[in-house]
């Protein structure tokens, strides 16, 4: 596994990814997100989706690794509270920063400002 996200900036490393494998990579993070919201026994929000914490395979397929922060909610649930604020700062949606509102949106905001 490696983490080419994070190499971006390198102009020779850039290379390597058009925009088609880009938008692969892109699509793959959206199922991965998605079996974690849906199509798992429980609800999983990861809290902490960002470029380094994507791995891609040596076929460029993303895996999402880092599930210290992640929080688990009923299956009725659609959102929880929590007390302690967890994950990186500028992948937060405010609600959670503020209130420790917690819900798949909050995943979702964070996968928007990977995207960008």
Known sequence: ???IFSSL?????NS???WSKRYNIIEG???RILYLHQDSRLTIIH??????NILLDEDLNPKIPDFGVTRKIG???TEATTGRVVGTFGYMPPEYVTSGQLSTKSD?????????
């Open 47 to 52: 809290c902490d989706l960002k470029a380094c």
């Open 16 to 18: 390597q990814l058009d």
């Open 29 to 31: 993070i959206t199922c």
């Open 75 to 77: 299956v009725d649930q």
């Open 108 to 116: 979702v905001y964070s996968f928007g400002i990977l995207v960008l």
């Open 1 to 3: 596994m490696q983490r």
């Open 9 to 13: 900036p390198d102009p020779k490393k």
